[in-house]
C-alpha cells in the first residue's frame, strides 16, 4: 500500500527524502489480502482433519459454506457498486469457518444460510470488511441455530442418506447398524453407523445436567433415578472418558471443523508465527475455560420419583476436557483472534480472552445449550468498544 | 398548499411511517409474526389515527398550545378504548391475539406525530386525508413485514401452509428465528435499507453514478 502522498513527491521528482505523509509512518508488507490467505493456509490442517473424520459430508459443508460467501460477497459488492475484493480471502474464510462450525449432518442449506448471513447481514449491512461487530461466521451460526435449531443441535440426528423406514434385508449395506430403540431415538429411526453425529460429550453431560421429568420426553436417564448430586456428576464424569488423545486427534463427536485440537493448534502455531494472531486472546481464552471449567462447582439435579432437587457440586471439573471439548479450540484460536472484532491492546486482549472463557464455561454449566463458546464470542465481540475504551493507553507524559 | 391528492399519497411511500419516519416500531417489530395480525394491527391503529386527526383538526381553535400534547392524549385514548371495545365485541379471536399492543396504540408515535404536526394545523378534510394516508402506509408496512415473517419464518401465509409440492410434502424449510424478536429486527432492518436506497435514487440519481472505493 503506496501512500499517495509519496507517489505525488515521487512524480514531481523531488526524491524520496522528503516525504509528508500522514501517521502511520512505519509500514509493513503485510495486507488484507497476505493475512487472509495465510488464516486459510492455518486452517487448512483442521480442513484436512475433518474431510479425514467426516468423509464426503466436510467436503459437501466446506464448498456450500464457501462458494456461498464468496458469490454472496461478490454479488453484494458488485451491487452496491463496491470494488469487488472477493480475492482478498476474507470471504473465504469466513465461508470455512461458517462450515467448520456446522454439525457434519447439517442439512444443505443450513450452511448457504449461514454464509449468506453472514455475509449479507452481519458483515455488508454493517459496512463491509472492517466495520462488523460480530465474527461473521459466529453470527452466521447463532441465526441458523435461532432458525433451524432442531435440526442442528439436536442430539441424535439422521443422516441425510438416511431412509425413512426399515430398509429390507437384502439392501442393507454391509455396515448397517439398527440404532437401537432408546430415549434420544425416534421409535423407527435407522442409519448407517458412518454418517451420523451423535451427541457431543457436552451435550452427553448437558442431559445428566438438566432434569425435568414431567416433560413429554424427559431427559432424564434412568440410571439418574435416586442418585445424589454427586452420584450424578460421577456418572457426568463417567460420560466425559473419551480418551484424552482421541479428543486430541479428532476422534470426538462434533462440528465439522471443531474436533481435532491438534489440527487447530497446528494452524495456530503458524499464525502466531506469522504474527498474523498474537498470543494473548487463545492463551487467555482457553487458560480461562481450563480454570473456570475446574474451578466453578456443577448445579446437579437429584431425582427422586418426580420430584428434582439441585445440589451444588464441586468436583474438581475436568480442565483438559473443557479445553478439548466442543469448540473451545476453534473459538480461541480463530475465531476469537479475528483482527476486526477483537480488542486493540494487549491488555484489552487478555480481558477479551478471559471474558470469553468466563461465559463459554458459566453456558456449559448453567445455561440452556450444552456449548457456549459461539455465544461467549458474540457477547464479548459486542463488548470490545467497552474494553477499548478502557484499556486505551496512557498517552506519554500526561 | 400541496393537493389533496397529495396530502393522502405522501403517508405512503415518502414519508412512510415505519421505513421513513421510523416511528411506531414498537407494534412494527411485535406484532407482525403474521400477516392476519399486521392487518388487525394496521387497520386499528389507521382508525384512531383518521379519527384523532379530525377530531384534533375540528377542535384545533378550542385546544390552548400549552397544553395540547394532553388534548391529544385525551383524544386519542378515547378512540383507542372504542376501538379496543369494537375489537373483544366483533374480533375476539383478533383482540386476544394482539393483547396488549391494542391499548398501547395510545403512545404510538405515528398517531400522536401527526396530531402534533399536521392535525392541529391544517383544516379537517386535510387531516382526514393525512389521516387515511398515513394509516394505509403504515398498514402497508406491517403486512409487508409480516408477510415476508410469516412467509419465510413460518412457511405460512394467512395461516395456510404454502411451499409444498404436489404431494403436500414441505419444499422448504421455515427459518424460525424471523418469528422471533431478533428476526423481527433484522427485517425491518432490510427493509429500510431498500426503502433508503430507493428513496435515493428516486430523489438523487446522479447518486447512481458513483462508485464506493
Given at each position: 500500500m503506496t501512500p499517495p502522498a509519496k507517489k505525488k513527491s515521487a512524480s514531481e521528482g523531488s526524491g524520496d527524502q522528503f516525504v509528508i505523509s500522514a501517521s502511520p509512518h512505519i509500514r509493513h508488507g503485510d495486507d488484507i489480502s497476505r493475512v487472509m490467505w495465510m488464516v486459510v493456509v492455518a486452517l487448512l490442517p483442521a480442513l484436512f482433519a475433518a474431510c479425514y473424520f467426516f468423509l464426503w459430508d466436510a467436503v459437501r459443508i466446506v464448498l456450500i459454506g464457501v462458494l456461498t460467501a464468496v458469490a454472496a460477497e461478490a454479488v453484494i459488492q458488485k451491487l452496491s457498486k463496491q470494488r469487488v475484493t472477493v480475492g482478498d480471502g476474507s470471504a473465504v474464510v469466513t465461508g470455512l469457518l461458517v462450515a467448520f462450525v456446522m454439525p457434519s449432518n447439517a442439512p444443505w442449506f443450513a450452511p448457504l444460510v449461514a454464509s449468506l448471513f453472514a455475509i449479507a447481514v452481519v458483515k455488508q449491512a454493517f459496512g463491509g470488511l472492517g466495520c462488523n461487530i460480530w465474527n461473521p461466521a459466529l453470527a452466521g451460526r447463532a441465526f441458523v441455530v435461532a432458525c433451524f435449531g432442531g435440526l442442528l443441535v439436536g442430539g441424535w440426528l439422521p443422516s441425510p442418506a438416511q431412509p425413512d423406514a426399515d430398509p429390507p434385508v437384502e439392501a442393507r449395506p454391509a455396515n448397517w447398524v439398527a440404532v437401537p430403540e432408546g430415549r434420544r431415538f425416534a421409535p423407527d429411526e435407522y442409519t448407517r453407523t458412518d454418517a451420523v453425529t451423535g451427541a457431543s460429550a457436552l451435550s452427553a453431560r448437558k442431559d445428566y445436567l438438566t432434569a425435568i421429568p414431567e416433560s413429554e420426553e424427559p431427559p432424564v436417564l434412568e440410571e439418574q433415578l435416586g442418585a445424589t448430586p454427586r452420584e450424578t456428576l460421577r456418572m457426568v464424569q463417567r460420560a466425559n472418558n473419551t480418551g484424552r488423545l482421541d479428543m486430541l486427534l479428532g476422534?470426538?463427536?462434533?462440528s465439522v471443523g471443531e474436533t481435532s485440537a491438534l489440527a487447530l493448534l497446528i494452524g495456530g502455531a503458524l499464525l502466531l508465527a506469522t504474527k498474523v494472531i498474537r498470543w494473548h486472546i487463545p492463551v487467555a481464552f482457553l487458560g480461562s475455560i481450563a480454570l473456570f471449567g475446574w474451578l466453578l462447582p456443577f448445579h446437579v439435579p437429584a431425582l427422586e420419583g418426580a420430584r428434582v432437587t439441585y445440589g451444588w457440586v464441586w468436583a474438581g471439573g475436568q480442565p483438559l476436557f473443557e479445553v478439548l471439548a466442543g469448540g473451545a479450540m476453534l473459538g480461541a484460536i480463530f475465531m476469537a483472534t479475528d483482527m476486526v472484532t477483537s480488542p486493540i491492546t494487549r491488555r484489552g486482549r487478555l480481558i477479551f480472552g478471559v471474558g470469553c472463557g468466563l461465559i463459554a464455561v458459566i453456558i456449559r454449566r448453567y445455561g440452556g445449550y450444552p456449548e457456549g463458546v459461539a455465544y461467549a464470542i458474540l457477547l464479548m465481540n459486542t463488548a470490545v468498544p467497552l474494553i477499548d475504551s478502557y484499556t486505551k493507553p496512557r498517552v506519554y507524559g500526561t | 398548499m400541496p393537493s389533496y391528492r397529495e396530502e393522502f399519497t405522501k403517508g405512503i411511500f415518502k414519508n412512510n411511517g415505519i421505513f421513513v419516519l421510523m416511528l411506531g416500531l414498537c407494534p412494527a417489530l411485535a406484532v407482525t409474526t403474521s400477516v392476519t395480525n399486521a392487518f388487525a394491527m394496521g387497520m386499528a391503529a389507521s382508525a384512531v389515527l383518521i379519527c384523532s386527526n379530525v377530531i384534533v383538526s375540528a377542535l384545533r381553535g378550542l385546544i390552548p398550545k400549552a397544553v395540547r400534547i394532553p388534548c391529544f392524549i385525551v383524544v386519542i385514548a378515547t378512540f383507542v378504548t372504542m376501538v379496543d371495545m369494537v375489537m373483544k365485541g366483533f374480533f375476539y379471536e383478533q383482540s386476544r391475539a394482539l393483547a396488549i399492543f391494542i391499548p398501547l396504540i395510545v403512545v404510538n408515535c405515528i398517531i400522536l406525530g401527526r396530531a402534533e404536526a399536521f392535525g392541529y394545523k391544517n383544516t379537517v378534510f386535510r387531516s382526514f386525508l393525512d389521516g387515511a394516508g398515513t394509516g394505509l402506509g403504515f398498514t402497508l408496512a406491517l403486512i409487508l413485514i409480516g408477510g415476508i415473517r410469516e412467509v419465510l419464518g413460518a412457511g405460512t401465509l394467512l395461516g395456510y401452509p404454502i411451499w409444498l409440492d404436489a404431494y403436500g410434502r414441505t419444499v422448504f424449510q421455515p427459518m424460525t428465528g424471523l418469528v422471533l424478536a431478533p428476526g423481527a429486527f433484522i427485517v425491518v432492518g432490510l427493509l429500510m435499507a431498500g426503502f433508503r436506497a430507493i428513496g435515493r435514487h428516486r430523489q438523487h440519481p446522479q447518486m447512481d453514478q458513483v462508485t464506493w472505493e
Open positions: 476422534a470426538q463427536v462434533g | -
